[in-house]
């Protein structure tokens, strides 16, 4: 619960609420994480809430075409802590030879670029073929641009495949170097895109 609601507050703490003048006990850093998401949650809308849910939980990965934005509020799917690994049912059998998605970083919030990512296909969602294995070609640096988006594509020669399976590796904690030393680290992915 602590870790959801200190997404919520370090979510909404970004938000137009806080372009208010008046300071709400949500955003006081003095108080506990308890004490703020009490605060917090009466004041969301029902359809915040929800999107709290949908934008942060990893087992549906999200293939409706919404692409993210250069905000974690623009339809990115986060996992917090861990690597993110998705499998995508095409619903048949078909000709690949490209695979591409794009992650966000926003340094200040703890979203980071996965290290790694790794394309893999399979006709029977056991057996797994990697097709593509790619590391981060901006690791992360205390100067690294606070707000960024990173392609991370693979074409290769077309087979024959129904089931498509995207791994990217999280870095899991903040370097010692940041001020959220420690702390778990977001991987935030968009679409996975397979022609």
């Known amino acids: 619960m602590k870790s959801i609601s200190l997404s919520l507050i370090l979510i ?3 938000c137009g609420l ?5 300071t709400y006990p949500y955003q006081n850093a003095n108080l506990s994480i308890e004490e703020r998401a009490q605060d917090l949650l009466p004041r969301m809308s029902l359809e ?8 942060y939980r990893g087992e549906n990965f999200k293939t409706d075409e919404a692409f993210g934005g250069s905000s974690f509020f623009s339809n990115w799917l986060g996992y917090e802590g861990n ?28 979203v980071f670029f996965p290290e790694e990512v790794v394309f893999s296909i399979s006709s029977n969602n056991k057996d797994f ?3 593509a294995h790619l590391f981060n070609a901006r690791p992360l640096q205390p100067n690294s641009k606070v707000n960024d988006i990173q392609l991370f594509q693979a074409t290769f020669k077309t087979t024959m495949a ?5 791994k990217a590796i999280n870095v899991k904690k ?13 991987v935030f992915a968009d679409e996975v895109i397979v022609n």
Not at 85 to 109: A, K, M
Not at 162 to 166: E, N
Not at 174 to 186: D, E, M, Q, S, T
């Open 48 to 55: 915040e809430k929800v999107r709290q849910m949908d934008m």
């Open 83 to 110: 690597d993110m690994e998705v499998v995508i049912d095409l619903g048949e059998v078909q000709d690949i030879s490209h695979i591409e998605t794009t992650f966000l970083q926003v340094t200040n919030h703890i």
């Open 129 to 131: 073929v990697s097709m």
């Open 18 to 22: 806080c372009a208010q003048s008046k």
């Open 12 to 14: 909404l703490t970004t």
């Open 162 to 166: 129904r089931y498509v399976k995207v």
């Open 174 to 186: 903040a370097p010692f170097w940041h001020h959220a030393a420690g702390l778990p680290v977001w």
